[in-house]
């Protein structure tokens, strides 16, 4: 008898144990795992920096700008830019694929694009780059902590092919449609959109209500399309055009870079 509630106080005193653990340790787990965080964060500072003094930078800032903001590609023969990593297109395109970032930092831009003279190389050491996996992890957080709270377009946008330029480099276009406009891979290039009416990638349902709006007016068909081609002209039916709605991109600066394509290209 002595011996069961032995066993019985034991049994009581090893679950109250358990749980007092479990409840006091949670907030140490928590903490070591925001310490973490905070170390490979700064280590992601660092493999972005273009700091010569360190040996795990890998110089993302020359292209990239020091705080993710854009810029020249230095040396670049076609005057190419890259994009900003604090973008809402960036992040949008981060909901969509999770591995976004880490796939484009890894293997280059190419296998996110599908353009083969993206200027992203790849940077993963199994194929040829220079980074290890935990340099990669690394600046891979702290871009997607960047992206968390993503730079916003302006709202009010002057209608000038100036503006219309920032709005294009702002919104994420060149990620796709390239700097100068070429395109490459899956994604047009957009250096005859003002000259051809109709100028679309690939035949769409609605292919000649677009022409009919464009000739109606450019500037309704191409807002159209941009807004969401998907919904305006293709029954629904996705086009490869990610939509635009106007919490992303204001009716000001959607007409700026109409204003720009247009100037562009001669419409």
Same mark, same amino acid.
């Given at each position: 008898?002595?011996?069961?509630?032995? !066993?019985?106080?034991?049994?009581?005193?090893?679950?109250?144990?358990?749980?007092?653990?479990?409840?006091?340790?949670?907030?140490?787990?928590?903490?070591?795992?925001?310490?973490?965080?905070?170390?490979?964060?700064?280590?992601?500072?660092?493999?972005?920096?273009?700091?010569?003094?360190?040996?795990?930078?890998?110089?993302?800032?020359?292209?990239?700008?020091?705080?993710?903001?854009?810029?020249?590609?230095?040396?670049?023969?076609? !005057?190419?830019?890259?994009?900003?990593?604090?973008?809402?297109?960036?992040?949008?395109?981060?909901?969509?694929?999770?591995?976004?970032?880490?796939?484009?930092?890894?293997?280059?831009?190419?296998?996110?694009?599908?353009?083969?003279?993206?200027?992203?190389?790849?940077?993963?050491?199994?194929?040829?780059?220079?980074?290890?996996?935990?340099?990669?992890?690394?600046?891979?957080?702290?871009?997607?902590?960047?992206?968390?709270?993503?730079?916003?377009?302006?709202?009010?946008?002057?209608?000038?092919?100036?503006?219309?330029?920032?709005?294009?480099?702002?919104?994420?276009?060149?990620?796709?449609?390239?700097?100068?406009?070429?395109?490459?891979?899956?994604?047009?290039?957009?250096?005859?959109?003002?000259?051809?009416?109709?100028?679309?990638?690939?035949?769409?349902?609605?292919?000649?209500?677009?022409?009919?709006?464009?000739?109606?007016?450019?500037?309704?068909?191409?807002?159209?399309?941009?807004?969401?081609?998907?919904?305006?002209?293709?029954?629904?039916?996705?086009?490869?055009?990610?939509?635009?709605?106007?919490?992303?991109?204001?009716?000001?600066?959607?007409?700026?870079?109409?204003?720009?394509?247009?100037?562009?290209?001669?419409?």
């Amino acid at each position: 008898m002595r011996l069961k509630t032995l !066993g019985v106080l034991l049994v009581t005193a090893m679950a109250a144990f358990t749980m007092i653990y479990w409840f006091a340790d949670q907030p140490v787990r928590e903490g070591i795992a925001a310490e973490n965080e905070e170390e490979l964060l700064h280590f992601g500072e660092i493999v972005y920096s273009d700091d010569p003094g360190e040996p795990a930078a890998a110089g993302c800032a020359r292209c990239h700008g020091p705080e993710g903001e854009g810029g020249q590609i230095p040396n670049d023969p076609d !005057g190419r830019s890259a994009p900003s990593l604090r973008s809402a297109s960036l992040a949008d395109k981060l909901r969509v694929n999770p591995n976004y970032v880490h796939l484009a930092v890894s293997y280059g831009g190419v296998v996110v694009s599908g353009n083969v003279n993206s200027p992203m190389p790849a940077w993963a050491t199994e194929v040829g780059g220079p980074l290890n996996e935990q340099q990669i992890e690394a600046v891979v957080t702290l871009v997607e902590t960047w992206l968390e709270e993503p730079d916003e377009a302006p709202t009010e946008v002057e209608d000038t092919v100036e503006a219309g330029a920032e709005v294009y480099a702002a919104a994420g276009c060149a990620g796709c449609h390239g700097p100068d406009l070429q395109g490459g891979g899956p994604f047009p290039a957009l250096t005859n959109v003002g000259n051809e009416v109709g100028n679309l990638p690939e035949p769409v349902a609605q292919q000649e209500q677009y022409i009919a709006d464009y000739e109606e007016d450019p500037y309704l068909a191409l807002g159209q399309w941009i807004r969401n081609s998907a919904e305006n002209y293709n029954d629904g039916e996705p086009t490869g055009m990610p939509a635009h709605p106007e919490e992303r991109l204001s009716d000001s600066a959607l007409r700026a870079l109409i204003t720009f394509l247009l100037d562009q290209t001669g419409g």
